[in-house]
């Protein structure tokens, strides 16, 4: 029997020590939420290249054992659209990073920026709170600029310009009075206006090398957010 016993006791220190390793790893495992519309679900790119997507792979390729981002998303939402299909999913309170990108159909439908505004600010306090109250791990990515797609190109694409930059500007602003980081992707967007290849297939949406390129912005801030 004591023999039996010396035997196995290597094996059982083997099994503890992998059975360890493996709840090590679990733990490190970071999440990620993306709330938004469109952009934030990727209409018309494949899964892999929505940013979201990409920004994980990112973080990923630089030590963080970030796991795939869970999206609440949907093509046409606004923000009440939004707010209202949170309700639904019952995200977590205990997410490591929270993205917010929201507003363009809101300006697409021609609802009032006063609105957008009221309602813009709940969905941030709400993306916070989803971050364990901790405002660094939440970020607003400002909305594109889509009059410069092919789409938009019979519907008055200064007024659409003019409009967004004003549904921006009042993102900005709420987001700098709480301490949230904004980051403007916009100037981006506009580029397509000479280059097609950041455009998606169905004239409108970004391609997923536009979405690269937004992630190229972001990474390196939130790198340091997540202490990397």
Known sequence: MMKLSLLLLPFLIAVGCSKKTVKSVSQNNLTYLALGDSYTIGESVPESERWPNQLQKALAAEGLEIGMPRIIAKTGWTTSDLNERINSNSPNSNYDLVSLLIGVNNQFRGLSIQEFKKEFEALLERAIGFASNDKSKVFVVSIPDYGVTPFAQSRNPAKIGRELDAFNATQKTICDAKGILFFDITPISRQAIN???????????????????????????ILKVLGK
Do not use: N
């Open 195 to 221: 280059d097609r290849a950041l455009v998606a297939s169905d004239g409108l949406h970004p391609s997923g090398k536009m979405y690269g390129q937004w992630v190229a912005l972001i990474t390196d801030d």
